[in-house]
């Protein structure tokens, strides 16, 4: 038993000092990034004229690779945060929630976002749903290849947990890729700034609360995730 | 009135005082710039300077004295307590922020990836503070 208990707390200790590891390895890397994108733009303003066209369209997509970079740190930086910190139990009214989370995202003007219906107050930790419902919808709106493309929220109520299910009218997910979706950096191409964290970071959070998250799908056609909290 | 600023900026890293410089070296009104590297250098300043700066714009990841530490030094100094301080970070941890807080700070800005944004940002600050009334030391 005293064997037990200590082997617990050293591995419990590994992985708080991976975690910090991870955070502090991330930092590092954004203001490294940070620099690189200063001198850059310095590059193209004092010299865009004298490099050239080419030169300048090739400086631009080194800013690109750096944005994506700044992305996947920022993303590594919110995953192993998730869990250092215990998880907070705010009052949250999913009405005004989604429509601050809607006002963050970018919309593109060819989508709507629609939420079903009135949505129940929960209690949750706010910043960490806001994560989950961020990612779920942001994904939702990114991959979206439709002319008119369409995002519904909704939530429905039993006597021990919340189902959100979040549906789009997108290019759909294959089976085979239901389960492998939610691992940290798996991407399914269709997407150059993808980094392949949101729906592990999602996942993460949701095993903190207990809740499930599974998806249907019809390639071509579309894809709703669901995903549960349990009330406790 | 629009005043000229004293503004004393605690920041390691050559590149970030680069960007600050071509920053303000931009802006339409001219403010003194004082340049500490790290905590330590900073509270040197601070303990031999008759003339305290109106505004300390500090970085929170510095060698020797940090950002957090020097924060809490200058808080408990009943001579330096009262100067509004800026922290200027890469970082946006949920730790970090609220600790600051707590210490008591004037802003917290998350530096942005991009430089044009970046120099946005610098300037709404300054512009701000070109406008507040100061402890007169």
Aim: contains cysteine; negative net charge; charged residues 25%.
């Amino acid at each position: 038993m005293h064997q037990k208990e200590e082997l617990l707390l050293k591995l419990q200790h590994q992985n708080e000092q991976l975690n910090d590891y991870a955070h502090l390895v991330s930092h590092d890397l954004k203001s490294s990034i940070r620099s690189l994108s200063a001198l850059l733009s310095w590059v193209k303003e004092d010299c865009g004229e004298k490099i050239g066209e080419e030169s300048v369209r090739n400086l631009n997509l080194m800013e690109e690779k750096i944005e994506k970079m700044d992305q996947f740190l920022e993303d590594i930086i919110n995953y192993s945060e998730i869990g250092a910190t215990s998880l907070k139990s705010n009052n949250i009214d999913l009405n005004k929630k989604l429509v601050k989370i809607k006002d963050s995202i970018h919309i593109p003007k060819n989508i709507s976002v629609v939420v079903k219906g009135n949505l129940p107050v929960l209690k949750a930790d706010a910043r960490r749903l806001r994560q989950v419902l961020e990612n779920l919808i942001s994904n939702a709106i990114n991959f979206n290849n439709k002319e008119v493309g369409l995002v519904e929220i909704a939530v429905e109520e039993t006597e021990d947990l919340y189902t959100f299910s979040i549906q789009d009218n997108g290019p759909g997910i294959p089976k085979e890729y239901h389960e492998k979706i939610f691992n940290t950096f798996t991407t399914l191409g269709y997407q150059e700034k993808a980094t392949g964290m949101g729906l592990s970071i999602v996942k993460r959070v949701l095993d903190l609360y207990g809740g499930e998250i599974w998806l249907e799908s019809e390639v071509t056609k579309g894809s709703t995730f669901y995903f549960t909290i349990p009330k406790k | 009135m629009r005043k000229s600023l004293n503004i004393l900026l605690v920041e390691d890293d050559m590149i970030e005082i680069m960007k600050f410089n071509r920053t303000i070296s931009k802006l339409a009104y001219h403010h003194n710039i004082i340049e500490a590297k790290n905590g330590e250098e900073a509270l040197n300043i601070l303990y031999k300077n008759e003339s305290l700066p109106d505004l300390i714009l500090l970085d929170l990841n510095m060698p020797k004295i940090n950002g957090l530490e020097f924060l809490s030094i200058i808080r408990n100094n009943d001579q330096l307590k009262h100067i509004p301080t800026v922290i200027l970070t890469s970082s946006n941890d949920h730790k970090d922020v609220s600790e600051c807080h707590a210490l008591g700070i004037s802003g917290y800005l998350v530096k942005p990836l991009k430089f044009v944004d970046y120099s946005e940002s610098i300037k709404t600050v300054l512009d701000y503070w070109c406008f507040n009334e100061f402890v007169q030391a």
